[in-house]
């Protein structure tokens, strides 16, 4: 989150020579400085720091500051990907050879191409001193540079250097690097772990090193790196120029009649996402519905022509090549679900948890599609992405199945049968979240 921040002052002198750490981070901003671990001397944080962090070109530095700096990899390799989460893990031990005292792993396999590749030429990383503010999220020195986006599984170990595969592992039948969620580690005096098992900034380790939060506010957000969810698509953004907030789950539209899209699109299955009309300044004209992935066009709304299909706030009626009449009309912290069935290509709405058109959830469980609002949509075969279209100044905050519209959680959860997911309203049977572990049910 933007303005979150977790510190601990470390109170105890212990190995200055060996530390690892090791996080997994969803990066949702690219082009800014973010800051993902700080250290720093309390009496100076501009000479006596250790940091890793995000630049504003998109590489990652890790770099020790022993009032000049003494050890410093910045890397060549851009970070840019916006809906999938990063491993990254540092290793650090000065008994090593040059070389090696300072490892860099990202996803499991260790950079070696740096820009800058300064090898540790002092006796101490400034991780676990006594006097030393242990930092996540923000650079306490000053320029603060707060990371955006979500973390989890978040340890320092003291005075032991772990190699990813020790927190991470390769899946046999996808190739996919994926989490260890009990690793075994030797934590040390100032080690701690933190963002596990509900976000918690309570040190799950023995140590009972808790963390403060020093601002913002930390979410029990369901996406993890075993179950990433759909986001709205902060890349897909150059016709449209909307502000994207809260790990890209808020948009605002800074012109009219623009349409941003989802970071996942489907060709198969049966989803459910909700969306909530925040703030209707410039008018009640937010359009929401799918697109063919292939031809969306961000320029106009959804179903000015024939590659989209949309429901309107403003009148209720639906759109594809134009409109006709369909639901009623919605406005201000009214509640869109919104489910569509990849198989037969067809497209429901619900207005605070009423399905329009006189559907029933029911029928929408059994495939029934008399009152959708389209059916046969498109091609067979043909791949679908969640769209939204607003005028200058409209605010509208997507829950794919996090279970918050914004940093406010859902007010009294639905039914939901497929375990993926929590939402508002109750969820169709045999539909899912829009996420990694709902797109392969």
Not at 16 to 41: M, P
Not at 341 to 349: G, P, V
Not at 396 to 412: A, M, Q, R, V
Request: proline letters at 1%; one cysteine or more; hydrophobic letters at 30%.
């Amino acid at each position: 989150m933007a303005t979150t921040y977790l510190y601990r002052d470390a109170t105890s002198a212990t190995s200055v020579t060996a530390a690892t750490i090791s996080c997994w981070v969803k990066k949702v901003k690219t082009g800014v400085e973010q800051h993902v671990w700080f250290s720093g001397y309390t009496a100076d944080y501009g000479q006596y720091s250790f940091r890793i962090n995000f630049n504003t070109d998109d590489t990652l530095r890790c770099m020790n500051d022993d009032a000049g700096v003494n050890f410093k990899l910045e890397t060549n390799r851009k970070f840019r990907d916006t809906n999938g989460w990063y491993h990254i893990c540092l290793a650090l031990d000065t008994s090593e050879s040059a070389a090696d005292r300072g490892k860099l792993y990202i996803n499991g396999v260790r950079e070696t191409s740096f820009s800058t590749d300064t090898n540790m030429s002092g006796d101490q990383f400034f991780t676990g001193k006594s006097g030393y503010r242990q930092v996540i999220g923000r650079h306490e020195g000053g320029a603060d540079a707060y990371f955006d986006g979500l973390m989890g599984q978040y340890y320092y170990i003291d005075g032991t250097a772990y190699q990813a595969s020790t927190f991470g592992e390769t899946d046999a039948d996808t190739g996919e690097w994926k989490i260890k969620t009990s690793p075994t580690v030797t934590m040390g005096t100032n080690g701690f772990l933190v963002l596990k098992n509900g976000n918690t900034i309570t040190d799950q380790s023995s140590n009972s090193n808790d963390l403060t939060l020093g601002g913002g506010a930390v979410l029990d957000m369901k996406d993890c790196p075993s179950d990433v969810y759909a986001t709205m698509n902060s890349l897909d953004n150059y016709e449209q120029g909307s502000t994207f907030t809260i790990c890209n789950t808020k948009l605002e539209w800074n012109t009219n009649n623009k349409n941003n899209f989802a970071t996942f699109a489907m060709n198969k299955g049966k989803f459910y996402w909700e969306l909530k009309y925040a703030n209707i300044t410039g008018g009640a004209n937010a359009m929401v519905g799918m697109s063919l992935a292939d031809t969306r066009q961000g320029d106009d709304y959804p179903g000015h022509d024939a590659t989209a299909w949309s429901y309107y706030a403003s009148s209720g009626n639906k759109y594809n090549s134009g409109g006709s009449s369909y639901g009623d009309s919605w406005t201000t912290n009214d509640i869109i679900g919104v489910a569509f069935d990849a198989d037969t290509r067809t497209l429901w709405f619900s207005k605070n948890g009423v399905w329009q058109n006189s559907a029933t959830i029911s029928e929408i469980a059994a495939g029934t599609t008399t009152n959708a609002a389209w059916t046969g949509m498109g091609s067979a075969g043909d791949w679908f992405i969640p769209c939204c279209s607003g005028y200058d100044g409209n605010k509208i905050e997507f829950n794919f199945g996090n279970g918050y519209f914004s940093t406010t959680p859902i007010s009294d959860e639905g039914t939901n049968a497929s375990g993926v997911g929590k939402f508002e309203y109750d969820v169709p049977n045999n539909f899912t979240a829009l996420s990694t572990k709902g797109l392969n049910i």
